[in-house]
């Protein structure tokens, strides 16, 4: 949904979908995305990417392998991501909702406080 700045996730990991919201730089990338596929379909109502989740998977282990990466797998995208929700300043409950985290405990594991950030909010 471009006017409220969110995306609606279908099929998720839990099978629970979920609306998340988007940044502007996410949201221009997507926009660019989908008038890249030159397609006549409103823009509302096309599928943004046109690729399974297996052969993306593939692809990504062909890549790793072609680039000599070394013990680096699909999730640790997903950790650096959720780390860097942190490193925002979002909340544990603010990430949750953005990641679909529902233990709490589990999400704790994406932590990575430094205490230099602590100091400088405590002023």
């Given at each position: 949904?471009?006017?409220?700045?969110?995306?609606?996730?279908?099929?998720?990991?839990?099978?629970?979908?979920?609306?998340?919201?988007?940044?502007?730089?996410?949201?221009?990338?997507?926009?660019?995305?989908?008038?890249?596929?030159?397609?006549?379909?409103?823009?509302?109502?096309?599928?943004?990417?046109?690729?399974?989740?297996?052969?993306?998977?593939?692809?990504?282990?062909?890549?790793?392998?072609?680039?000599?990466?070394?013990?680096f797998r699909w999730h640790d995208l997903r950790h650096e991501a959720t780390a860097r929700l942190f490193e925002k300043g979002l909340n544990m409950m603010e990430v949750a909702s953005i990641t679909g985290h529902e233990d709490l405990k589990m999400l704790k594991r994406y932590t990575h406080i430094k205490p230099e950030t602590l100091v400088a909010r405590l002023g």
């Open positions: 949904n471009f006017s409220k700045q969110t995306l609606e996730i279908g099929l998720t990991k839990t099978g629970k979908p979920r609306t998340i919201p988007l940044s502007s730089r996410a949201l221009k990338a997507l926009k660019e995305q989908l008038r890249a596929s030159e397609r006549v379909i409103p823009i509302e109502e096309q599928p943004i990417f046109q690729i399974t989740g297996s052969r993306l998977f593939k692809d990504f282990q062909k890549l790793r392998e072609e680039v000599g990466i070394i013990n």
